[in-house]
């Protein structure tokens, strides 16, 4: 069932979405060849699928550590922001400089940027119990008013003709390609290596039990000696340090400078990435890939069958909208498994526990 | 390091254009039989806005010249990788040439333009090619239909006073700023124009509330350099004047609409495609305003007085003629200082990266 | 200030006030019951195309309205579906739920850009609204006073109604409300349903009032603002009236400043407010009474009958 939710969703999507298109008077089944199909037999869109999913695949994995934990970080959008900014920042002070420093410490400065902006609903969460799925939202629109700030103003490049954006980085700030003559940067490997590692650590290591533990069952976490204010710093940390971490490399990779133009919804797509990828590391290289299938996909049908852009959301609306429906396979089955431990529900925080634990579980 | 490498990486790009593309034979200087034209949208063909004027022209393009020219789109592009992701694929597919409109996709037509140099691409409003030999340049003198607009709201405005409602402050948007309250002047010397940045190119509520605004303090003509037809409706609620941008928007104000500048960009792709059937197409910046059809003013509404239509008539014919031009000395600044002498022209290099309002000009 | 000038700013403060007021009275009205629907900007572009297709196609506005509505709720009946019935993760079922909302309306929207519509103009008759204060009291659309309206009728049903008893106890334990007899799942159906209504109408108030046409991303991302105007007045009608109306006004005050020469600020710093306020309000209200302070208990979390 673990796989085959995913597998019947997408199958799902494709046969729903060829009736209804098909309704709508577009061709229902030449636009799910054209997104879904005709891409996977070309190079050169492959070469587009995985640049595309990178940051989605890393933004993902971070928010999927949290929401095992049961926490919601949706701030994501803005921890991309400020992680781009912050290596902005260091790619604008050494401009003039060369050396091979300069991409670590600038990559450096996105995780610590993005960090630093999920820094605030955790506190606010710790200290206060502010729900982070409001604050981390709210903060996403601060965040895009922070980056229209420096474009218009003090980022501006000074040799641009007036349009707010920076310079373009110069070699040294920029990601390498890694397979010579195509447009794999160095992001590629590292979003795969970001879900490798986040997948051993979740597996093998106690702060990776923690975070799946307090998500399945807090009350046996608290037994377990698990902290509930380590738990949220853990995630709200992981989330925003790799989307931070996303956020430069999208910056230093294929925009090479800093525009307003950056934030393009990633932090909110991340979450369905999460989901579609069942919270798993490696499901989640996957459905980035899946759902870059769609984006790029879309843009081929949108020349050759003329389909419209809206088309491709509808498509990526019903392919979660699937998903989700199809989710309760699972979860039936692991809710079963879970019961005995935990016991019939006796106090109230306990009911509202059992009822709050929900299935986002998913054991690997 | 990667100095080295990234350059090796061209070459490597390139080589993959001309596997690319050397399937269609591609010399331009032998003309063509057929041309397979693309364009890059940045908003939905439905914005009723700037995008909707180049779909209009595409479907223009393909009525002039017939079966000779086969042409698709992609709207609602992201400005940044997915626009330099799109503008690859569509030059891999076989496209002659790839019209890429919004100023941010500027850099990734550059760096597809290295990579494909059989291809031909078009960028509209940006400023640099990258020294690319098979990208052009092309922008239209917007300016030109501000300053007429500026001419009929100076002689129709019974406050003196207009409201502007503007995007952001790019080089763009301050000098239709100025060519409208440049022309204004010129009619009425204590003519003052008051602009409102929403911060957005399309908020259409926004828009509407700005035009509210501006309408309540004094203004009696307003005009817009953002992308809906709000604040037409505003004005036409309020029974003040307005414009259209980029298209006729005369359906959404019928009273209040008096002209539009609208964004012609027909005659430019029709040349364009036809230059690459001839053979004869050349990496170009430029810069076309009412003289070559570029821009164009909608009808007059019925409404205005003859005084005020033979008026602005008389800017029109004047600039097509080339005999008239709104940023001619002396023009001063909003400190009263003068920055451009006497029968001095300010040059176009520097009305492209204009940062600074002419006098009367609240903002 | 002429007394001409205020009140073409308090009309203006209206207008921007009544949609948020609206859509996030139903928003609020969902959460209570322990649902979060941050689907809110797509259910009210659907309402919006939709009030507009049906009003320019029938000529009827008040139609266009009420299909607004209708539709709304539909596509918030896929995610009462997804995530009460089949429990799905509600955040992620919201945010579909927005992309769904954003794609439909512009498939559905391509045939009506660039024509007009009847509008739901004022209802009064013109005589009513020869003077300025007049003008003020009968001069808006009949939405604005429906606005009012529904910010009394959901005070009153929270807190007086047996039926909104009823739900404020499925939203702040669903499982002891369920213990009780209570139809957890019955209520939190309706209660999206209605919420869907709301943000449906909401969107028609852009499309047939505020700005009269349709183009794709018409509310320009008001959904979002509503959701968070629903934490900033802390889940009570009264102060989203109060906040709606203050957003508004600070809109509105913006804009007039700016309208007459005062530029204060850096944009993005009052663009940045309302955010900022609201993270402040709930850092607020949260310390004051720890624990979520007035937010409903199970505001977001599936509810599975058996447990």
């Known amino acids: 069932m673990m796989l085959a939710a995913p597998v019947i969703a997408v199958a799902l999507t494709l046969l729903v979405g060829a009736v209804l298109f098909t309704l709508l008077g577009h061709d229902g089944l030449g636009a799910i060849f054209e997104i879904f199909v005709k891409p996977l037999f070309n190079p050169y869109r492959w070469q587009d699928l995985l640049v595309k999913a990178a940051p989605l695949a890393i933004i993902a994995i971070g928010l999927a550590i949290g929401f095992r934990a049961n926490v919601w970080n949706i701030g994501a959008e803005g921890q991309y922001i400020l992680g781009g900014l912050a290596g902005t920042g260091v790619a604008l002070a050494t401009l003039d400089m060369t050396g091979s420093w300069i991409l670590p410490l600038m990559l450096a400065a996105g995780i610590l940027g993005g960090m630093a902006w999920a820094t605030i609903p955790a506190a606010l969460k710790t200290a206060l119990g502010v729900n982070e799925i409001l604050s981390s939202l709210m903060l996403n629109y601060v965040a895009i008013q922070i980056l229209y700030y420096l474009m218009r103003g003090p980022w501006k490049d000074p040799m641009g003709f007036n349009f707010p954006q920076t310079a373009m980085f110069s070699s040294d700030q920029t990601l390498p390609m890694v397979v010579p003559g195509t447009l794999i940067h160095l992001g590629v490997p590292l979003a795969a290596a970001v879900a490798l590692t986040a997948f051993l650590l979740m597996a093998r290591t106690v702060t990776g039990f923690q975070m799946k533990v307090v998500g399945l069952a807090p009350k046996a976490a608290a037994f377990g000696g698990f902290g509930a204010a380590s738990t949220v710093w853990i995630a709200m940390l992981v989330g925003g340090g790799l989307a931070g971490f996303a956020g430069i490399l999208e910056a230093a990779g294929p925009f090479g400078q800093m525009v307003p133009q950056f934030p393009t919804g990633y932090g909110y797509t991340a979450i369905i990435v999460a989901f579609l990828g069942r919270l798993n590391p490696l499901g989640i290289l996957l459905a980035a890939l899946v759902l870059a299938l769609t984006y790029v996909g879309g843009e081929s049908a949108q020349t050759t069958i003329g389909l419209p852009s809206a088309a491709t959301g509808v498509f990526q609306a019903m392919m979660l909208f699937f998903l989700l429906a199809t989710d309760i396979l699972v979860r039936y089955r692991l809710v079963s498994g879970r019961a005995a431990p935990l016991g019939a529900p006796a106090s109230k925080s306990e009911a509202e526990t059992a009822a709050g634990g929900k299935g986002k579980a998913v054991a690997a | 390091m990667f100095e080295l490498s990234r350059r090796k990486l061209l070459a490597a790009g390139a080589a993959i254009g001309f596997a690319a593309t050397s399937v269609a034979p591609a010399f331009a200087q032998d003309g063509k039989e057929t041309v397979k034209a693309a364009f890059v949208y940045v908003g939905p063909v439905g914005d009723y806005g700037w995008t909707y004027a180049h779909d209009q022209a595409r479907q223009c393009l393909e009525k002039n010249l017939g079966d000779k020219v086969e042409t698709s789109y992609v709207e609602n592009v992201a400005e940044g990788p997915d626009a330099e992701r799109v503008i690859r694929q569509l030059a891999q597919d076989g496209n002659d040439i790839v019209f890429t409109t919004s100023f941010g996709f500027m850099n990734p037509t550059i760096k597809v333009a290295k990579q494909f140099p059989d291809v031909k691409f078009e960028h509209a409003t940006g400023y640099t090619t990258g020294g690319n030999e098979n990208m052009g340049l092309y922008n239209s003198k917007f300016y030109q239909g501000r300053a007429v607009l500026g001419t009929i709201a100076a002689k129709m405005s019974k406050s003196g006073k207009a409201g502007y409602v503007a995007s952001f402050p790019i080089p763009e948007v301050v000098m239709g700023i100025n060519a409208f309250q440049l022309a204004a002047q010129k009619v009425n010397p204590d003519f003052k124009t008051q602009v409102v940045w929403v911060n957005s190119w399309y908020d259409p509520a926004k828009e509407a509330d700005a035009t509210r605004a501006l309408l309540s303090q004094g203004a009696d003509v307003i005009t817009q350099h953002t992308d809906s037809p709000a604040p037409l409706q505003a004005a036409e609620e309020a029974g003040a004047i307005a414009f259209g941008q980029a298209w006729n928007m005369e359906s959404f104000a019928p009273n209040a609409h008096m002209t539009a500048i609208v964004d012609q960009w027909c005659p430019y792709y029709t040349g364009r495609v036809q230059a690459l059937l001839d053979g004869t197409w050349e990496a170009e910046n430029v810069w076309l305003g009412m003289k070559e059809g570029e821009v164009e003013m909608a009808p007059f509404n019925a409404k205005m007085p003859e005084d005020v239509k033979e008026a602005a008539q008389k800017i029109v014919d004047e600039t097509k003629a080339g005999t008239y031009e709104v940023f001619t000395g002396p023009i001063k600044d909003q400190s009263g200082e003068v920055k451009v002498p006497e029968g001095e022209v300010v040059p176009e290099g520097d009305l492209l990266k204009m940062d600074w309002y002419v006098e009367g000009v609240q903002s | ?307």
Not at chain 3, 10 to 34: D, F, H, N, R, W
Not at chain 3, 71 to 99: D, E, K, R, S
Not at chain 3, 149 to 157: D, E, K, P, S
């Open chain 3, 1 to 307: 200030m002429s007394l001409d000038l205020l009140v073409a700013i308090l009309m203006t403060v209206a207008g921007a006030a009544t949609p948020l007021l609206i859509a996030g009275l139903g928003e609020l009205v969902v959460e209570k019951s322990g649902v979060l629907n941050l689907g809110v900007e797509g259910m009210m572009l659907i309402g919006a195309v939709t009030g507009f297709a049906v009003a320019t196609s029938t000529g009827l506005p008040v139609l266009g309205a009420l299909a607004a509505m209708g539709a709304a709720a539909l596509a918030a009946a896929i995610f009462a579906v997804l995530v009460l019935t089949l429990m799905a993760n509600q955040v992620a079922t919201g945010l579909a739920l927005t992309i769904f909302g954003t794609g439909v309306s512009a498939l559905i929207g391509a045939p009506f850009v660039g024509i007009t519509t009847p509008t739901l103009g004022p209802i009064f008759p013109e005589a009513l609204t020869a003077s300025p204060l007049l003008r003020l009291v009968f001069g808006h659309s009949p939405l604005v006073y429906f606005g009012l309206f529904l910010t009394f009728a959901v005070w009153w049903f929270l807190n007086r109604a047996r039926a909104g008893l009823i739900l404020r106890a499925v939203g702040e334990s669903d499982t002891a409300a369920h213990a009780i007899g209570y139809p957890v799942l019955k209520v939190r159906y309706l209660a999206v349903l209605f919420g869907g209504a709301m943000a449906g109408l909401a969107g028609s108030y852009y499309s047939l009032v505020l700005t009269p046409m349709w183009a794709e991303r018409l509310t320009a991302g008001r959904g979002w603002i509503a959701i968070a105007l629903v934490v900033f007045a802390s889940w009570k009608p009264g102060r989203m009236l109060a906040g709606a109306y203050l957003f508004g006004l600070v809109m509105t005050m913006e804009l007039q400043a700016k309208a007459a020469g005062f530029n204060m600020f850096a944009p993005e710093v009052l663009a940045a407010l309302p955010y900022v306020a609201t993270i402040a309000v709930l850092a607020i209200i949260s310390a004051a009474k720890r624990g979520g302070a007035n937010a409903p208990a199970c505001l977001g979390k599936s509810f599975r009958a058996t447990a």
